[in-house]
């Protein structure tokens, strides 16, 4: 069974920066697309990125483009998100999960991001 992890939310003020962590076990993290997306409140779960599984490809939606960078160490079985220049209205719940064509197969819990202004 494929199981996610999301590490490194917390509360920053607005400018500041965090790195979002999420550890995968369970399958065979290599060949995995992987993404990230949100959900802030009141709002529908939003896609902020992806990477395939080699890391070689990544698209980003157009809010978070310049100013998060995601990538991946295989090695570690490992995706993370740099989130720089963060904005109050980046505060959301994050989620990772593993991409399979336009679907998403598995998903972690979440880690809450906050941004203070």
């Known amino acids: 069974q494929v199981q996610l992890v999301e590490s490194g939310g917390g509360l920053v003020q607005a400018g500041g920066s965090l790195r979002l962590s999420c550890g995968v076990s369970?399958?065979?993290?290599?060949?995995?697309?992987m993404g990230w997306f949100r959900r802030a409140p009141g709002k529908e779960r939003e896609f902020i990125a992806r990477?395939?599984?080699?890391?070689?490809?990544?698209v980003y939606t157009d809010s978070v483009k310049g100013r998060f960078t995601i990538s991946r160490d295989n090695a570690k079985n490992t995706m993370y998100l740099q989130m720089n220049s963060l904005k109050p209205e980046d505060t959301a719940l994050y989620y990772c999960?593993?991409?399979?064509?336009?679907?998403?197969?598995?998903w972690g819990q979440g880690t809450q991001v906050t941004v203070s202004s």
């Open positions: 990477i395939s599984w080699s890391g070689r490809d990544t």
């Open positions: 999960a593993v991409l399979s064509g336009g679907s998403s197969l598995y």
């Open positions: 369970g399958g065979t993290f290599s060949n995995y697309d």
